[in-house]
């Protein structure tokens, strides 16, 4: 397991002060161009910068691990918070690995939060900042001119390949479900702005949370988890259709319903939800049919999943990170069994995930937060700022046709590349 933290374990615990604000800001528009932290839907939501606090962790038990450091940076910090309500007072951001026992975590405590909600809008400063010194909305640089794609791990007619040979395994009875995703890199003529990307994400998919954090940038329609005090939901998706025009816009949507294939596979990502959530609850809610979530680019089945935590025991003590660790990685990004699962994804895939797919959001000092997952997403290359990495990824089952699991994969990548592109 390794761990690395930016601050000395000896040095005197920061100041933390959260003040309401007057007026209700647009929170995206306040982040700079470097450090960008966010996790906003329908304008709501909290965005950060600046770097109080960082830990990177990889291994065996390494949400455990970071848990246990949150749990006690949080409480040494000296915390004025005249709001107090779910995401006020200390916060850290978090992206977690798809696979967080070989890749790394990063957990970000920033310097000022700005949260919205309901109506109440609220600044965090952690250290020196000034807790009434909103900055002033900065204009966004032009969309660049020229962006070149190129084919990541795989190229189409390969990743079709992979779908066969998975399809072959369900069809010999190893597992009944796999998720395989490819990526796609993508080169602008300047260096992309990740203001200029969550801005567009959001504006083009308001149902989704528009998240950031490292460098990792998307809008994702999947919810692994929330918990406010006891109350935990999630929205489960898998199953996914492409859109049309007018009736065959119907259609589409009616036979994805009626699609034996997809309800399989959507069932598959609940059930995988709720066996591992329910020893956590006293009460947990599923519906009985999947409804339909529409977004621009494609059409998912979706379940809301509602519960509530058990109050004492082992598992009523469980925080946030123990519960995303318990659900992680569900159906809807894995498979079933998921050992298999995982093991088909190492060897067909020919890429590292990363991020890519793993649990991304927020969590404050109460245990209250809300993770998504990774999904519609680029990661930012480091070593090269007009760069970046796109993933998509696709539920396989018995059936699954690879030309179009291609195209799946195509819908999706687009709820990026539209960001690149306006
Ligand atoms: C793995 C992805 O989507 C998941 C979430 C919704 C629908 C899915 C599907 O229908 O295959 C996937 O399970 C992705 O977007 O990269």
Known sequence: ???????????????????????????????????????????????????????????????????????????????????????????????????????????????????????????????????????????????PARLRYADGALDPASWCGAVSAAVARIGDGDLAKVVLARDLLVTADVPLDARRLLDRLAARFPDCWTFAVDGLLGATPELLLRRTGRQLSARVLAGTAPRGAGADDERLAAGLLASPKDRAEHALAVDSLVRALDPFCTALSVPEEPSLLTLPNV???????????????????????????????????????????????????????????????????????EFGLALRCAQLCDDDPASARLFAGCGIVAGSDPAAELAETQSKFAAFQAALES
């Open 299 to 369: 059409r998912h089945l979706a379940t809301d999943v509602v519960g509530t935590q058990r109050r004492s025991g082992e598992r009523g003590r469980a925080g946030l990170l123990d519960l995303v660790d318990a659900v992680h990685p569900t159906a809807a990004v894995c498979g079933t069994p998921p050992d298999v699962a995982r093991a088909v994804i190492a060897e067909l895939e020919g890429m590292d995930r990363g991020r890519y797919a793993g649990p991304v959001g927020w969590l404050d000092a109460r245990g209250d937060g």
């Open 1 to 143: 397991m390794t761990a690395a933290a930016v601050t000395s374990p000896d040095a005197v615990a920061p100041a933390v002060t959260t003040v309401a604000l007057p007026d209700a800001p647009d929170l995206l528009s306040l982040l700079p161009r470097e450090g960008a932290l966010s996790w906003v839907r329908r304008g709501e939501g909290l965005v950060g910068w600046g770097e109080a606090d960082r830990l990177e962790v990889s291994g065996p038990g390494a949400l455990a691990e970071a848990a246990a450091w949150w749990a006690d940076r949080s409480a040494a910090l000296a915390v004025d918070d005249a709001v107090g309500v779910p995401g006020s007072g200390p916060v850290v951001f978090a992206s977690i690995a798809f696979d967080p026992a070989a890749g790394t975590s990063v957990f970000v405590v920033p310097e000022v939060v700005v949260g919205r909600r309901g109506g109440l809008a609220w600044m965090t400063t952690t250290g020196d900042a000034d807790p009434r010194d909103l900055p002033a909305p900065a204009p966004l640089p032009p969309s």
